[in-house]
């Protein structure tokens, strides 16, 4: 039966850039009118294809175009897996009822909202979101699980919306164009939609990410990794002659790729350019990794720029502006010197510049590239070219860097939009990042709803387990590093263990984020289970299933994952892991 006729009380629901909101019920496919827009809906197996179009001769700035419904009663415990926007952002169940929206909890600075939603407006009241993919569930007897996902995001993002309406489920899902002005006459095809029932959400989740793989062309198929980073021990002070030492120290270890991470740069923003503490510059360092046989990794942001950087200083026109007519913030970092600004993706130039650099950077010997804060060119902006949607914007960016860098480089996606990187990158942040501590810091930043997005290992613990399905379906899914150390740390020999088993189990990326110096045969003799386990949870996913977490839409931080005959168990409190 087609899903689109089964939908009960459809409607669609046109939001303009202006605010004004446009509904109307719909009973099915054909053309249908909807303020000064048309939306054309057909049936397609298991889901509805659409497209929008301006039937006037003056252009239309859309922010979105949705299918809204109700999806029937809604039982004893409503809830859904919320998957989050980018790499950092939190993806758990929430409940419908009980959670609320991120955005809902206090007052936090836009940007946070702009850096972990496709929509950066505060939800409704009551509302609760999911990205480009959700499992809804009911616990009423009998009643299946209701997977929604959009089968890509290159073009748009696509979020899930859902409330409580009289004991019964809410639906929407809605194409996020973020204000792009689509022009007269023109028509613009959105992803379609698929609807899924079944009995089990991580089976649901996979079969939707090889489904959304097949049709943007995942890249699934880079070997296992195995390396080291320089971030989680120095962060940016890291030295030349510290990354040389540990390069002199590697020599037993079994790591393929050593990736430097910020703190090398002369500026975000100059890549090509060191600052004093790599006195040799990005080349030497490079051959001297290779030098050991090892693979030079190399971190870059590569859409943002200091605004006292080369690039910003050479190219002012290539910096976004801000409605206020100031130049865009992408992020604040004290380290960066503060405030530092988005290219402008929606530029040839700059397309053109981000193609130069990567291949630039692969040239100097670093065929590994991790890039981060990608979602930059989604935050709201004047942008030179008004028609792209947001993730048009960062979809652009990485796929210059992809031709820049060529086929062959394993380009690492970080800070990235989950549906815009599909197709791109060979490797994907999933989580938070890790950090020396499990919990939050006291007194670490952590603004309103969005402390789960910050850097603790439960953080990136929690959407190991939740997103274990993207797994060689999306990408190579990157937990973030294991650290081995025990001293100097504010991690518990067990929590390290646990952190390292995690990813472990998930089958996913494995590098050590630790000065080799404070290591010893007991941290060897973790690292070599890892890898071990690893390697087998991995190999599993490649034709077979992923790694599956069975408490997924239990529990807010799930604590049970299961792949290749292994199963892990993680206690709460005080930490700990059981393998069988
Ligand atoms: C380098 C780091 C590491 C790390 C990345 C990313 O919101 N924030 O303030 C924020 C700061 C750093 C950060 C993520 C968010 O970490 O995930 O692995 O490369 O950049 O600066």
Redesign the pocket.
Known sequence: MSELAALDRPRLVVRLADGSVHERAVTGPGHHDVGPLVVALTERAGGWAWQVAVPGAEPVAVASVAVAWDAGPAGDDPRLFSNGYQ??TSSRVRRLGVDVDPSLVAPVPALVRE?HHADPSVAQVGELRSELVTVVATDRPGDPLLLVGFLAGAEHDGTIRARLDGGRVALSAEAFLGGAVLGAGEARPLHPVVLARGEQAPELLADWAAAAGAVGRARTGAPYQVGW?S??QW??AITEQVLRENLALAAEWPFEVFQL???YQHAIGDWERTDASFPSGIEAVADAIAGEGRTPGL?L?PFLAAPGSDVAVAHPDWVVRHGSGRPLVG???E?WGGHVHVLDTTRPEVLAHLESTAAALVAAGYPYL?L??TYAPSVTGRYADPSQTPAQRVRAGMEALRRGAGERTFLLG??LPIGAGIGVVDGM?IG??VAPHWDLRPGQ?APGGYAE???ATLNAFRNTLTRSWMHRRLWLNDP??IMLRTAGTGLTPEEARTWGLTVAASGGMALVSDDLSLLDAESRRLLDEVVHLGRSVDEAALDGPTARCRDLLESPTPTALTGAGWALEVGVDPVSASLR
């Open positions: 790499s950092w850096t980073c971030w989680y962060f940016h991470d910020d703190g971190w942001a992020m604040v970092n380290h991790k981060d804060f970080c800070g942040r938070a990042d930043y997005n910050e850097p973030d590093c």
